[in-house]
């Protein structure tokens, strides 16, 4: 199972945002790594800002190149604005669901919690991160594992009407997956028709 493993406040740093949640890091350092990284400013190509745009959504879903291109050739194929489309089929993989559940405190909490066998989508045990969440779905907490000290921590507080396209069951530990994400409710700052761009050259 492929993922990224390398050094995630350096990525966080490289694109000025906590899209792993080193929100303490970028405030002492809010400038992109290296020894140059405070001082340097060169113009970035049209090329580059479509690809930093990209590799952002990459590491903010914890998708690697193979995956994320599949994900943008089903997005060509299906109805609908191809860049909102791409962003939905992100948002219903099942980890990203786990992470705006609240189950984890982060996407990568998230996909470890799936691959543990720890979350049920309708009853079943699924342990495949990326597996896609349909409309009426209901993703929920394995009974065994609703003791988890890292899931009552996350849940502790969590404001779960942030996400309307999901409807939380407090007493259950799962949630529904009403429909599809609009583009407004999305809150990740990615400007997906870049990345439209960049596949489209």
Not at 95 to 116: C, E, I, W
Not at 166 to 173: G, K, W
């Amino acid at each position: 199972m492929a993922r990224y493993i390398g050094p995630k406040t350096r990525i966080a740093r490289k694109f000025g945002e906590p899209i792993f949640g080193a929100d303490k890091v970028l405030s002492k350092r809010n400038y992109p790594p290296g020894q140059h990284g405070n001082s340097r400013k060169r113009k970035t190509s049209e090329y580059g800002v479509q690809l930093k745009e990209k590799q952002k959504a990459k590491y903010t879903y914890g998708v690697l190149e193979k995956q994320f291109r599949n994900l943008f050739a089903k997005a060509t194929r299906t109805k609908g604005i191809t860049g909102e489309v791409l962003l939905q089929l992100l948002e219903s993989r099942l980890d990203n669901v786990v992470f705006r559940l609240g189950f984890a405190p982060t996407r990568a909490a998230a996909r470890q919690l799936v691959s543990h066998r720890h979350i049920v989508v309708n009853g079943a045990v699924v342990n495949i991160p990326s597996y896609q969440v349909k409309a009426g779905d209901v993703v929920a907490v394995r009974e065994k594992s609703k003791s988890l000290e890292v899931i009552a921590a996350s849940l502790s507080g969590f404001n779960h009407s942030k996400y309307p396209w999901i409807e939380f069951d407090a007493a259950s530990q799962g949630g529904k997956f009403l429909h599809m994400p609009d583009r407004a409710d999305i809150p990740e700052n990615i400007k997906e028709q870049l990345i439209v761009e960049l596949y489209s050259k």
